[in-house]
Every structure is written in structure tokens, then in C-alpha cells.
């Protein structure tokens, strides 16, 4: 398992879960946990997926996550999970 945590943040408008889950699925990255809310109209979500088994590259992935960002006005940041772990250690 090759674990990636994708936050999203932007304004709330429809479709930023469809369209980012649809692409996920679309290249075989699994998601294994999903949080999101919308505070004052500012959509936050953040979730955990398995990226071990897509179909295309890890820069290819993040080059269309950032390209998705664009296309649906929010901010999209992908970091392994080890990248992740090592920046959040107390």
C-alpha cells in the first residue's frame, strides 16, 4: 500500500467531490478515508488513498490534481504519506 493524503480547500460549489473522486477512480487510486466540511461557505476535505496500484505516474498524478484545481477553483496539495508523516513530527 502506498498511502497519499489530498487535501482540497476552495469556495463550496458543486461538483469538487464528484470530479476529484470521478479522476481517482477513473486511475484505479483507492480511497481508504475521507473527511470534509464546509465552514462559512469554504469547502475543506482531506483524504487518504491508496495510490499502489494507479495508472499513471506519481508525477503524472499530481501535475492532474493540480490541473482538476484549476479546472474547479480550488486548491488541491498531494503529499505521500511518509512526506507527511516526517513534516507533522513533534
Same mark, same amino acid.
Given at each position: 500500500m502506498e498511502k497519499t493524503v489530498i487535501t482540497i480547500v476552495g469556495k463550496d460549489t458543486t461538483g469538487i467531490i464528484a470530479k476529484s473522486s470521478t479522476w481517482l477512480y477513473q486511475h484505479n487510486v483507492n480511497i481508504l478515508d475521507i473527511a470534509q466540511?464546509?465552514? =462559512? =461557505?469554504i469547502f475543506n476535505m482531506m483524504m487518504i488513498v491508496d495510490t499502489a496500484n494507479m495508472t499513471v505516474t506519481y508525477e503524472e498524478f499530481s501535475k492532474s490534481m493540480k490541473s482538476l484545481a484549476e479546472e474547479i477553483g480550488v486548491d488541491i496539495r498531494c503529499q505521500k504519506e511518509q512526506i507527511f508523516d516526517m513534516m507533522h513530527r513533534i
Open positions: 466540511t464546509i465552514v =462559512g =461557505g
